[in-house]
């Protein structure tokens, strides 16, 4: 069952609001950690070649340079390779939801120095 603070995450997601971390009991410090909502979808054929981890770190160096602290991104937990690439660029797990086979992960990276 997903926490009170993950299902406000995917609301305000889908509701296209600007992050999935406003709705939380201390909205204001995660939204302060983690402000940078990232979605990167790269097309197989370009896969492994670079362009994922530029598009990453190009996104990750904008949001330092907009002086916020951090970044958030879900991906599916079966999605094994994007999440070993997200923790091979400094991505850490922040919180599990659903089914292990068929749930997500919150993976968050902070930009800050």
């Known amino acids: 069952m997903e926490k009170k603070v993950v299902k406000g995450l ?8 600007c992050s999935m971390l406003l709705v939380a009991e201390d909205e204001e ?17 370009w896969q492994r070649s670079g362009w994922g981890r530029m598009l990453v770190n190009a996104f990750c160096n904008g949001v330092k340079r907009e002086g916020k602290r951090g970044v958030h991104l879900d991906v599916g937990v ?11 660029l400094g991505f ?14 919150t993976l968050v990276k902070r930009v800050e120095f």
């Open 92 to 105: 850490g797990e922040l919180e599990r939801v659903g089914k292990k086979e068929e749930g997500a992960v």
């Open 78 to 88: 079966s999605n094994a390779g994007a999440r070993a690439f997200y923790k091979v």
């Open 29 to 45: 410090d995660i939204l302060e950690r983690w402000s940078g909502h990232l979605h990167v979808n790269v097309l197989s054929g």
């Open 10 to 17: 995917r609301k305000a997601v889908w509701g296209a609001e």
